[in-house]
């Protein structure tokens, strides 16, 4: 509801001049201190997820490191399996990767081969979209492997980096501006 989306956005803290000067950083890690809009919160991501996405999901693939935070939770909700994208050297076995730009040089993602079948429909999560270099890096990796990602959902769109173009079909719960 209204009241909870204000309640937990309530919750979230700023950071100036973080990680540099002139960033206003939005941390919204406090929301999982207090398990009643932990809970909210994974909640209105589900519903959103379920209103958008009418046909069901087969598989939520979560961003390493804080798509891991809120991936999870809400596979479990959706009763669907969850798989994680993970920076280089990190899983074992027969990866699929991509390279992407990053504001610094290039950055790899990879995932297990054999934790996506083709034709699955895919909703990938994050904690935030900026640029949008890392989802769309992401739906890249699951079109290689034949999957549908049907869409992309984060908690905090940042307005004005550009994600929108990059990432047009992402859903976000909350905006502000960058
Ligand atoms: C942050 C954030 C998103 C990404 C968004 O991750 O968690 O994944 O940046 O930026 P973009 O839209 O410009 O690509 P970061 O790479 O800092 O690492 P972390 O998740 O491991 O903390
Ligand atoms: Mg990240």
New binding site residues.
């Given amino acids: 509801s209204d009241d909870h989306l204000a309640r937990i956005a309530a919750s979230f803290t700023i950071h100036p001049d973080f990680p540099i000067k002139g960033v206003n950083f939005r941390n919204i890690l406090p929301v999982m201190r207090d398990p009643q809009l932990f809970g909210w919160l994974i909640d209105e991501c589900v519903a959103r997820i379920k209103d958008k996405f009418s046909q069901p999901i087969d598989l939520v693939i979560g ?5 891991f935070l809120f991936g999870p939770a809400i596979a479990l909700r959706l009763n669907c399996g969850f798989a994680p994208i993970r ?1 280089p050297g990190k899983l074992p076995g027969k990866l699929a990767t991509v390279s992407f730009k ?2 610094y040089g290039e ?1 790899v993602f990879e995932i297990e081969e054999d934790a996506i079948m083709p034709g699955q429909r895919i909703v990938i999560v ?10 769309r890096a992401a739906t890249q990796l699951m079109e290689q492997r034949k999957a549908l990602p049907v869409g992309t959902f984060v908690i905090v769109e940042l307005l004005g ?1 550009g ?1 929108r173009n990059r990432v047009p079909s992402c859903e976000a719960l909350f905006s502000f501006s960058g």
Avoid at 63 to 67: I, P, V
Avoid at 126 to 135: E, P, S, W
């Fill in positions: 961003l390493e490191a804080r798509g920076k990053k504001e950055d994050d904690d935030v979209l900026a640029t949008g270099g890392t989802l980096l994600g």
